[in-house]
C-alpha cells in the first residue's frame, strides 16, 4: 500500500495526470479531436517516462476526453464525440431555455459520478466481470445491437414511424463499404474513398454542427446578433443532485457493463441509458425528454464516462481491448514492457493499483477542471453569430480533414449537414439515423457470423440465454410504442364518434 501511495502521490505522476485530463477535455471539445487521437499523439513523448507516469497521463486523457464532448453538445449544438450525440439531445434544449450552466453541471458531476463507481467496480470484481464478457459471441453482439436499435422509440419524439424510417436509412447507409465477411465493396460507385464505409465522425459532425449552421443562416441573423440562447451561470445544489440518485446508479451501472463488452463502445452506452431513463420515468416526465430535462444529460453523461472503468476491466484482466481507446491504450502498455492478463495481477499488483488509484485521481481532477472551465466555456454563447458560426464550421471541417488527412471526409461531412437540415425541416428525427450507422456494421457482421456458426439455423438465437433476453426486450421496445400509437389514435377515434352521436 505505501508503494502505491508513493506512486500515485508522486509530483511528476499527478503533473501528468491533470495535463493529460485536461488535453483531453480540450480534444474532446473540439469536433472531430477525440480521445483516441489525443492518446495516440501524445504515446510517443512516454517512451521515457517510467510506466506509472506514463500510462497515467494516458488513463488521464481516456478520462478527460470521454467528457468534453458534451460541453459543444450542449452550448452549440456540437458533439465534440459520438457519445455526445446522445447528450444534446437534452442538454442543447436546456440550453435554449437558458438553463446551460445547469445542463454543464449536470453533465459534469454525472460524468465524474459514472467514473467514480466504474472504478470501484474495476478495483472489486474485474475478473468476474471479464469473465462474463467473455461470454459474448456473435449471437450475443447481435442481440445487443437489436436491443440498441429498439431505442429508435425512445429517440424519434412524437413520431415513431419517421423515426424508424431515418433508421432504415441509417441502416442503408451502413452497408456502403466493403462487406465484413466476403470482403466485396458494395455502393461505392467506384470511389476509393467509400471502400471502407462512410466516415462515421463526419457524418455526426454534418449532422448535428453543419446542419445547425445551416440553419442558423437560413433563419438570419437576429437584429442584436445574437445566438438565441444565453449563458447564465447557475449551480446545482448537492440535495438537487442526491434527487437523482438512482438516475446516476442506474446509468453508470449501464456504462460499466457495456464496457466491458468488447467491441461495443460508448454510443451505445449512452442511448441505452437515455432510454432506460425514460423508460422507468413517470409517465407525464417521459413526454419531456427530448425538451430540456436533467435526467436526459444525467443518464448519458454518467453512462459515457462509466464505460471507462468498464472498458479496461477486460484490457487489464484478459489483455482484449474494450473499445477503441483501450486498444490504443494496449499499445502504450505494451510499449511500457506491461502485458496485461491474468498474470498481471499476480507479478505485479503494486503496478495495477497504481493505475486504479490513478484514475480515481483523474476523475477528481476531471471534476475541478469541468466546474471551474463552466463559467469561462459558457461564454460561447454570448459571441456574435456572425463570429461563431464561421468558426464553428472551420473547426467542423478541420476536425473532419484531421481525421485521415483526406478531403474527402470534409465533402461527407457538409453533404450530411444538408441531409440533416432538410430531414429536420420536414420534422424527421436526426438521433435515429446515428443509431443506424452506429449499430449497422455491428448487425450486419454478427448476424452473418452467428449464421455460418450455426450452418443457417436460426434457432441458435432462441437457445442461448443471453441472446434471447435481448432479442425479447428489444421485440417489445418496437412493437410497444405501435401498439400505443394505435391504441391512441382508436381512443381519438371512438371519442369523436361519441361526440358526433351525442350531437
Known amino acids: 500500500m505505501e508503494q502505491v501511495l508513493a506512486q500515485v502521490l508522486d509530483l511528476q505522476t499527478l503533473m501528468l495526470v491533470f495535463i493529460g485530463v485536461f488535453l483531453g477535455v480540450v480534444f474532446s471539445a473540439i469536433p472531430g479531436l477525440t480521445a483516441t487521437m489525443g492518446i495516440a499523439l501524445l504515446i510517443p513523448y512516454t517512451f521515457t517516462l517510467p510506466q506509472v507516469p506514463a500510462i497515467s497521463m494516458l488513463l488521464g486523457i481516456y478520462i478527460g476526453g470521454m467528457y468534453g464532448g ?8 456540437t458533439p465534440g464525440t459520438p457519445s455526445a450525440a446522445a447528450t444534446l439531445l437534452d442538454g442543447y434544449p436546456m440550453a435554449e431555455k437558458g438553463q446551460a450552466g445547469r445542463a454543464l453541471n449536470f453533465a459534469t458531476i454525472g460524468s465524474f459520478v459514472g467514473g467514480i463507481i466504474s472504478c470501484v467496480i474495476l478495483i472489486l470484481i474485474a475478473p468476474q466481470l471479464a469473465e462474463f464478457g467473455l461470454r459474448f459471441g456473435p449471437p450475443e453482439y447481435f442481440a445487443l445491437a437489436v436491443f440498441g436499435l429498439s431505442i429508435v422509440g425512445t429517440v424519434s419524439g412524437k413520431n415513431v414511424v419517421k423515426g424508424l424510417m431515418v433508421a432504415a436509412l441509417g441502416l442503408l447507409i451502413a452497408t456502403v463499404g466493403m462487406d465484413p465477411i466476403g470482403g466485396v465493396t458494395r455502393f461505392t460507385f467506384g470511389s ?31 437584429k442584436n446578433n445574437q445566438l438565441k440562447i444565453k449563458f447564465q451561470k447557475q449551480s446545482v445544489s448537492l440535495k438537487e443532485n442526491l434527487s437523482y440518485w438512482k438516475e446516476y446508479i442506474r446509468s453508470a451501472l449501464i456504462g460499466t457493463f457495456v464496457g466491458i463488452i468488447p467491441g461495443t463502445g460508448t454510443s451505445i452506452a449512452t442511448f441505452l441509458s437515455y432510454n432506460e431513463s425514460k423508460r422507468f420515468a413517470k409517465p407525464a416526465r417521459r413526454k419531456e425528454y427530448g425538451t430540456g430535462i436533467p435526467e436526459g444529460v444525467i443518464s448519458t453523461e454518467t453512462s459515457n464516462n462509466a464505460v471507462t472503468g468498464g ?3 477486460p484490457l487489464l484482466t484478459l489483455g482484449i481491448p474494450g473499445d477503441v481507446v483501450t486498444a490504443v491504450i494496449l499499445g502504450g502498455l505494451l510499449i511500457q514492457g506491461i502485458t496485461p492478463g491474468p498474470l498481471l495481477f499476480q507479478n505485479n499488483e503494486t503496478l495495477v493499483y497504481s493505475l486504479f488509484s490513478t484514475l480515481i485521481i483523474a476523475n477528481i481532477f476531471m471534476l475541478l477542471i469541468g466546474l471551474f472551465a463552466i463559467r469561462f466555456v459558457g461564454k460561447i454563447v454570448d459571441v456574435p453569430k456572425n463570429i461563431l458560426l464561421p468558426i464553428v464550421v472551420t473547426l467542423c471541417f ?3 480533414y484531421s481525421l485521415s488527412n483526406n478531403l474527402f471526409d470534409v465533402w461527407i461531412a457538409l453533404v450530411f449537414g444538408v441531409i440533416g437540415f432538410l430531414l429536420e425541416k420536414f420534422k424527421y428525427p436526426l438521433p435515429p439515423l446515428i443509431l443506424g450507422i452506429i449499430l449497422g456494421p455491428i448487425i450486419e457482421a454478427n448476424l452473418r457470423r452467428s449464421l455460418i456458426g450455426s450452418s443457417g439455423d436460426l434457432s ?19 412493437i410497444y410504442p405501435l401498439i400505443k400509437s394505435l391504441v391512441g389514435r382508436f381512443k381519438d377515434n371512438a371519442k369523436a364518434n361519441e361526440d358526433i352521436t351525442t350531437r
Open 311 to 313: 472498458a479496461l476491466i
Open 192 to 222: 476509393i474513398n467509400l471502400s471502407s464505409g462512410v466516415a462515421f465522425i463526419p457524418a455526426l459532425i454534418g449532422l448535428f454542427a453543419v446542419s445547425q449552421v445551416i440553419k442558423e443562416v437560413e433563419q438570419k441573423v437576429t
Open 70 to 77: 458534451a460541453i459543444t453538445a450542449i452550448l452549440i449544438r
Open 398 to 400: 478541420i476536425g473532419s
Open 460 to 478: 441458435i438465437f432462441a437457445t442461448r440465454p443471453i441472446t434471447a433476453i435481448f432479442l425479447g426486450i428489444a421485440l417489445l421496445s418496437f
